[in-house]
């Protein structure tokens, strides 16, 4: 941990680091609200008085900054798997190894993250591993026999739609003639945004509808349209499936790097809007403005907790400090 926290700047890393753990800690002890978006910590312990001072911490921000983190984290992960077999299939095809074993181990271990990616990825990224700035990743979805073709040429017509286990609002929409797609989607999109339900228009111009995986079971299972009762509804495949791939087939082999590759791309595009949305969050992170006097007493209250035997300042620290890296500290004290 020593070497993850040894900065040029000793009191400033320190006091980054004491932050964190006043904040962990506070949770388990003495949180008092100040307003609907921010929290006034109130340290543990006498030693830790002096942080009191003046800082306070955005729930909101900080939630978004949590989440683009463990996006990038699991992107990385993903992106340096896909790298691999991106290689390994590569050599395979043109004949310069066999690396059969190897590509299906690689598949395996692709497969287990992407089944863990709501979890590991914070629920920022979706199926598609597309970043999912400020929002919840969704689940895409098609109504079979409710798309552009039918709804234009069955002239005027107004639906109602009932999304919910128990029914949910009415909520009705008109289409009328000579409607473009755009319009069409957005008509759509406002009547079923009420319910969670949003509606869009894929690259190819076609209607797609999105609902947030955490409630995805319920609505699947209860999406009426007037006159039509329950729907069916497809979901969109995954970008990419390593547990169908089979291995030993040469044209089975060029869709599997196709698939790598196209996931890649939207990896690595993934990849830069969830750096652009934390730099956005940490550039609109209140600095506190702490003297420097007050910074040397906050490295000694930390240094002193950490040193000491109490088992709740230990715990909330050594919280507070997983996965901190010697690059992101770094990163951070940068933005000061």
Known sequence: MEAALRPANTAVTTATAATAATGASARASAIRPADPDSRAVTPVGASAAPLKRGISWNTRLQGDVARAQQAIDYLERVAAQLEALKADLSAKISGRGDPARQIEQRAQQLASALQARSKNSGGGVDAQLEFRDGQAAMTRF??????????????????????????????????????????????????????????????????????????????????????????????????????QWVIGNPDALRQSLREVMAALGRVRRSQDAASAALSEAMASTPQPAIPEAALAVISQDFTASAGGHDYQALLAITSALAGVSRDRVQALLGLR
């Open 142 to 243: 098609r109504i079979r026999g409710f798309d552009l073709a039918a709804l234009q040429s069955a002239g005027p017509q107004t639906y109602a739609f009932s999304v919910g286990s128990a029914g949910g609002p009415q909520l009705t929409a008109t289409i009328d003639d000579g409607m473009t797609p755009q319009e069409i989607a957005g008509r759509l999109d406002r009547t079923l945004s009420p319910v969670g339900v949003r509606v869009a228009l894929d690259n190819q111009q076609q209607l797609v509808f999105g609902a947030p995986e955490s409630e995805w079971a319920g609505i699947k299972e209860a999406f009426a349209i007037s006159g039509r009762g329950r729907v069916d509804t497809a979901e969109d495949p995954p970008v990419i499936a390593p547990e």
